[in-house]
């Protein structure tokens, strides 16, 4: 059943947009310049088929999806037609960032094929998964030949086993190893057995410890449960001792009631003596008191202002006189007339006296010289000592006309007018102060008296003489009547801080069914305040022994458990125990099976790889071995050497040699595409003539798709004479419709 890739529609893939391939059987070659998009259209056929290889790389040459998502950012998408013998396939595959979109339907009928839906189609189609696609069917120069493939040593393994390349003998023997190794490993104490025995042993232990802890627990449970009793028969003695105090409360409540009917029967007395007894005066309340004892107080005042207006009349009696006594005497302007006249009185004395003294002295001295002159100047001397005696009387009659002995005393008497002016302005002073204060006590008289007689009026009594009587007799009735209050109003107090804000009828309420009480509130008080403290201790204690109750059977576990555990443990390791011979027997089997098989595969693929090289090489090479790990050894006729001593282009001879006969023994000669991307850059003409002609041969029964760059491939064909289909561009027509 050949498979050939029959067209291929690229809506937009890298810089490809809108492009269609067409082929058929046999060989095409796709000659086309650089960057025109062979590459491209190669790995479009392999995302179509497989997806986008190396995603999670971050380089984009090694990330598919990087490389070739289109650069105008629309979505990866193109469709392939793969034809597998009767059948023709249409596979749509769309990616749009992480979403990728795939859709395989008959292409003769357009109906979805059941067995593709969640298939890859490569590995559905091939069955290749892509890393094998990519090391057989897709041969590019960037994939450097090596003489070591692990990937198809490993599919080598399959065949030697099975056609089949899902079953895979080598990850069968790894898994039966790996299963084995899980049970029991190599390494000291690894895998399940180990465990489970180890596993074992606790629980051996742990059921010793639990029948231990178990027996604990049951006296630990116990201990609990005696505690709780005791808690209980707490909580009813307390229920009681409540009730007793409940009612030691309501007894109190009908004691306080009777106090409070007691205090309402004063308050009710109070205000009917009280009533009595203001009826007698117009009471003003609680200001009589204070407002007689004003008015008392103001009489009191009156009294001393009238004693002291007296005082200031006599006062202003005896001024008058001082003042009359005062008045005859000499005044300022006399006094200072007086003195004037005195001066000059004392300076013509003194002058006199002077000249007198100077015309003796002079008349003395003269006389002796001129008696004329001496007797001329005595004259002149006794008529000035005459003027000094005129001065001296006129002296003594000015101080006799002001009333004085001599001048002596009339000077005393200038001396004294100033201190005599002094007192008479004093005096007029006081008289005037004393006056204003005289008319200021009148008019508080006056004042005080219309106060007190108004403040009698008000109580309706009658207005007498004597204030002082009739204000006593007020204080004492006022003061009467304020007693009588005040012990109203403290009866009130008294009976409203009994009853404290509280409604009379919730205390009459409260102490509905009171009972004498059997002892007294301090003793009920203090086996209340006991059981409490007993009641918290034991609760402390059951609390702490529940904690450790569930902690122990939270910690405890159950030994019925533990032994059903313990035969189960026992029976997998029996059963572990067993699977481990039989996985050991399988794996041994399994490699003896495939190194027998291999061995016989191998040579197999040497043959028939090996004259496909003879035939490349043009007959210079005339063997190509392949061991079983894929390795290559060629041989020209002499010693054969590693396929690593080759040159470039001679080993890629051998590497497209080896993967057609790979091809061949996978597909047992069934024809399959191979797609060539310049593989062929290192062969010179000759042997590139030589691989045209061997690749004619084989496209007798496999499709072949060369993509290069240059015409050397369309020449070396041409040489060889094998045919082949040419195209140098894309079709530009728009796709196929469905």
């Avoid at 971050?58 to 193109?78: H, V």
């Avoid at 009612?247 to 009710?268: F, G, I, P």
């Avoid at 005129?390 to 200038?414: H, N, P, W, Y």
């Amino acid at each position: 059943m050949s498979i050939i890739i029959r067209r291929a529609e690229i809506v937009s893939f890298g810089k490809l947009k809108n492009r269609v391939f067409e082929c058929g059987e046999g060989i095409h070659i796709f000659e086309a310049p650089n960057e025109s998009g062979k590459s491209t259209l190669a790995a479009f056929l392999k995302y179509v088929l497989y997806g986008f290889a190396g995603v999670r790389n971050q380089t984009i040459a090694e990330n598919e999806k990087k490389l070739y998502t289109p650069w105008d950012g629309a979505p990866a998408e193109g469709t392939v037609w793969v034809k597998k013998g009767n059948t023709e396939y249409r596979i749509t595959r769309k990616s749009s960032g992480a979403k990728d979109t795939l859709t395989v339907t008959d292409a003769a009928t357009g109906k979805p094929v059941p067995e593709m839906q969640d298939a890859i189609p490569g590995v559905a189609i091939f069955g290749i998964s892509e890393e094998v696609f990519a090391r057989t069917l897709f041969f590019r120069q960037t994939d450097l030949p090596q003489s070591r493939d692990a990937v198809l040593a490993d599919q080598l393994q399959n065949i030697a086993v099975s056609p089949e390349e899902q079953i895979n003998s080598k990850k069968a023997a790894d898994r039966l190893a790996k299963a084995k190794n899980e049970l029991r490993a190599r390494a000291m104490g690894g895998g399940i057995l180990p465990k489970l025995e180890k596993e074992e042993a606790d629980l051996r232990e742990r059921l010793e410890r639990a029948n231990a802890a178990a027996e604990e627990l049951s006296l630990l449970r116990l201990d609990v449960r005696r505690q709780r009793e005791m808690i209980a028969k707490n909580k009813i003695r307390s229920a009681e001792v409540a009730e007793e105090m409940d009612n030691l409360d309501r007894w109190d409540a009908k004691t306080e009631l009777e106090r409070l009917r007691s205090l309402d029967a004063r308050v009710a007395e109070a205000e009917k003596e009280y009533a009595s007894s203001a009826e007698l005066i117009a009471s003003r309340g609680e200001e009589d008191s204070a407002f007689l004892t004003g008015l008392l107080r103001r009489n009191g005042e009156l009294e001393r202002i009238r004693v002291s207006r007296a005082e200031k009349e006599s006062e202003l009696e005896k001024l008058d006189k001082d003042w009359e006594a005062l008045s005859g005497g000499m005044s300022q302007q006399d006094a200072d007339r007086l003195s004037k006249k005195l001066k000059e009185l004392k300076i013509g004395q003194i002058s006199f006296g002077a000249l007198a003294a100077v015309f003796l002295a002079i008349s003395i001295a003269l006389f002796s010289v001129s008696k004329t002159a001496g007797i001329v100047l005595a004259a002149a001397s006794l008529l000035a000592l005459a003027a000094l005696g005129v001065c001296f009387l006129l002296s003594r009659k000015t101080a006799k006309d002001a009333g004085a002995q001599g001048t002596k005393e009339l000077r005393q008497m200038i001396l004294a007018v100033p201190e005599t002016e002094r007192q008479r302005a004093e005096l007029l002073s006081r008289k005037n102060a004393l006056f204003e204060q005289l008319v200021s006590d009148r008019q508080s008289e006056s004042a005080v008296s219309e106060e007190i007689e108004a403040g009698i009026r008000s109580y309706r009594v009658e207005l007498g003489t004597d204030f002082s009587a009739q204000l006593q007799l007020l204080i004492d009735e006022c003061q009467k009547i304020a007693k009588l209050d005040t012990r109203r109003k403290e009866a009130h107090g008294a009976y409203d801080a009994a009853l404290g804000g509280r409604e009379i009828s919730a205390i009459a309420e409260k102490a509905e069914g009171a009972k004498e009480p059997e002892r007294t509130r301090e003793l009920a008080d203090r086996e209340r305040r006991y059981l409490n403290q007993q009641r918290e201790l034991l609760s402390e204690q059951e609390k702490d022994k529940s904690v450790r109750l569930s902690a122990m059977e939270a910690k405890a576990e159950d030994p019925a458990l533990l032994t059903g555990k313990l035969d189960a443990v026992t029976e997998l390791i029996a059963d572990g125990k067993k699977k481990y011979e039989a996985y050991d027997a399988a794996r041994k089997g399994i490699e003896e099976a495939s190194d027998l098989m291999k061995a016989r595969i191998a040579p197999q693929i040497g043959e028939r790889a090996g004259l496909y090289f003879r035939a490349s090489t043009g007959g210079a090479y005339k063997s190509l071995e392949v061991n079983t790990e894929m390795e290559l050894t060629a041989g020209d006729g002499g010693p054969s050497r590693e396929a690593d001593y080759l040159s470039a282009g001679t080993k890629d001879l051998a590497a497209l040699s080896k993967r057609l006969a790979l091809v061949d023994i996978l597909y047992d000669g069934e024809g399959v595409p191979i797609l060539m991307d310049d593989a062929f850059g290192r062969l010179d003409d000759s042997r590139l003539t030589a691989t045209a002609l061997m690749l004619g041969k084989a496209a007798n029964h496999h499709q072949i798709l060369i993509l290069t760059c240059c015409d050397r491939e369309r020449k070396a064909f041409d040489r060889a004479g094998v045919d082949y289909e040419l195209r140098q561009s894309f079709d530009d027509a728009p796709a196929e419709q469905a």
